[in-house]
């Protein structure tokens, strides 16, 4: 999963300001990680369906973090999807 040092790091790149902990960007970047991580556990265990219910819950709260950040800032929503690589 996620060490206390990787949530760190993954904060400092994605924070707007030195004492944010709960913008979208570093939210977003969050869960982007434990997608990743339950992608990578789900090539080895198949068939492990209810950590599968718990990834399409998180896919859906980033997906609406998106769509709010998209509506608020643009500019912003578009940093976040190239420096994550989530869309092409």
Same mark, same amino acid.
């Given at each position: ?44 265990? @198949? +068939? /492990? ?5 718990? %990834?399409? #819950?998180?896919?859906?709260? &980033? $997906? ?6 998209? @509506? +608020? /800032? ?5 940093? %976040?999807? #190239?420096?994550?690589?989530? &869309? $092409?």
């Amino acid at each position: 999963m996620l060490s206390k040092d990787e949530r760190t790091k993954i904060i400092e790149e994605f924070r707007t300001n030195p004492k944010d902990t709960g913008s979208p960007e570093v939210q977003v970047a969050l869960l982007t990680h434990r997608i990743n991580y339950l992608s990578q556990h789900f090539a080895r265990h @198949k +068939k /492990d369906f209810h950590s599968r219910t718990g %990834l399409m #819950k998180l896919v859906g709260q &980033r $997906k609406r973090l998106l769509a709010y950040l998209k @509506k +608020k /800032d643009p500019s912003r929503y578009e940093k %976040l999807i #190239k420096s994550l690589n989530l &869309r $092409k």
